[in-house]
């Protein structure tokens, strides 16, 4: 800070970062600041106030400036990064009349919660049937599945990441085989040519006429495995499949089948061989969803379920069919019926429109991504039986939305800090909307 403050002005916080001590003003409660020592970004905690002493106004005349005391209590702060100490004397500390209520932030169990408590409706009860076929063969994993089925039904595509051998690619043999949809897969390598993954004219010798060989990219379901080993050249193969679902070859126009839903999967540890996707591309998914080891109960029934001598796709062919393509797009075309009202419009555009102004961000989110979140959102309040979104639905899917879409400065990346931990400090600095 350039100048001191005063113990009338403010107090201290320790930096969660280096740990260093600096002052902040009273009026700086609840909003961002920079640590003079490193720079991090911090969310200034409520000053702390002794048990047992009244609450005072910054217009008392007994403030003080709380000084560290190895013998006085600290009050920690997870959520900012900060830490406030606490004074053993009553007349050096204050907590302001009212505290910043920090946005909701999405949690694994919260975000499963929202699902499943929902009210019965038709949404409701076909997300219910289509994850109770899922589970006689994937287990675990729920925030995948959640994710991966609201990316279906709100016409997008999903980039799912994670280490070699959790399941990515039964995940979505699975999702094809309950969803009763055309399924196709494309192994990426780097000599993958863009015509192997849209098709190419061959020439009849019979009727001396080009005649289009359809790739495997025209299916329903398409599990782009491994995406990252191929070159940029076959990467652009899928932009305008993705984006216009449709391929354009010699002039000529080839719309997909409906639905179309691109799962593409990659390995971060992978380094020789592999191709980082370009922007563009990340931001044609909707999400960018990752998974996690399982827990000691789910690795156990894996094992159980897996670990003998069946073959997967026997197990496979015993699932049901719980619904089909005629089906999925009439529920699609049903969440357009789902209400967003003014305020949660207003909320989607200011996390948004934040992250272009963040220190810690080099590059924004574009408006895509609050088509993405406003399209999401509806789909969750679907499976979750409302007809109205909520601002939880939003700061549910902000950070699977946007994680993809962004890029860190530098200086945030050498620091450590991860796009997940700055989107979450993002929603944060915005204010929740109520409604009525």
């Not at 279906?152 to 995940?171: A, C, D, Q, Y």
């Not at 192994?187 to 192997?196: A, E, G, V």
């Not at 932009?239 to 719309?255: A, G, K, N």
């Not at 080099?362 to 309040?381: D, V």
Request: hydrophobic share 35%; glycine share 6%.
């Amino acid at each position: 800070m350039s100048s001191p403050i005063s113990s009338s002005d403010g107090f201290t916080i320790r930096c969660s970062h280096c740990q260093g001590l600096f002052d902040v003003p009273f009026a700086k409660v609840g909003t961002h600041v920079s640590c003079p020592h490193c720079q991090a970004v911090l969310v200034v905690p409520p000053a702390p106030q002794p048990s047992g002493s009244p609450a005072r106004t910054p217009n008392s005349s007994t403030f003080g400036t709380p000084t560290p005391n190895p013998t006085s209590p600290v009050s920690n702060d997870s959520e900012s990064g900060a830490t406030s100490f606490r004074s053993t004397n009553p007349t050096t500390s204050f907590r302001p009349a009212e505290e910043p209520k920090p946005p909701a932030v999405e949690t694994s169990s919260s975000l499963m919660q929202l699902v499943r408590e929902g009210h019965q409706s038709p949404g409701k009860d076909l997300y219910d049937r289509m994850t109770r076929e899922i589970s006689k063969v994937f287990v675990g994993q729920d925030e995948l599945v959640l994710g991966t089925l609201v990316g279906l039904f709100s016409t997008g595509h999903v980039l799912i990441e994670s280490v070699p051998g959790l399941g990515k690619t039964l995940f979505v043999r699975t999702l094809g085989r309950v969803l009763g949809c055309d399924f196709g897969r494309i192994q990426f390598t780097p000599d993958l040519m863009p015509s192997d993954v849209t098709g190419t004219p061959i020439f009849n010798m019979k009727t001396q006429e080009f005649h289009f060989h359809a790739g495997p990219v025209f299916t329903q379901l398409l599990l782009a495995d491994e995406i990252n080993r191929a070159p940029a050249k076959t990467h652009a193969a899928l932009l305008e499949t993705m984006q216009e679902y449709r391929v354009t070859i010699d002039s000529q126009v080839h719309p997909m089948p409906r639905p179309f839903f691109v799962l593409a999967t990659q390995n971060p540890i992978e380094s020789e061989g592999t191709y980082n996707l370009p922007e563009a591309q990340l931001d044609r998914f909707m999400f960018q969803l990752r998974m996690d080891y399982p827990s000691l109960l789910e690795e156990t029934t894996i094992l159980k379920m897996h670990g003998g001598q069946a073959n997967v796709d026997d197990q496979l062919h015993e699932l049901a069919r719980v619904t089909s393509a005629e089906e999925i797009l009439q529920f699609t075309k049903a969440t357009e019926s789902i209400r967003v009202e003014e305020a949660v419009i207003d909320y989607i555009a200011k996390v948004v429109r934040q992250t272009r102004n963040w220190p810690q961000i080099h590059l924004g989110a574009s408006p895509r991504a609050g088509i993405t979140l406003m399209r999401a959102a509806r789909t969750l309040a679907m499976f979750a039986g409302r007809d109205f979104v909520v601002p939880d639905d939003i700061a549910h899917l902000y950070r699977p939305a946007l994680r993809h879409r962004i890029i860190l400065t530098p200086e945030a990346e050498v620091e450590g800090f991860s796009s997940d931990q700055v989107l979450t400090d993002v929603l944060r600095s915005v204010e929740v909307p109520r409604l009525n």
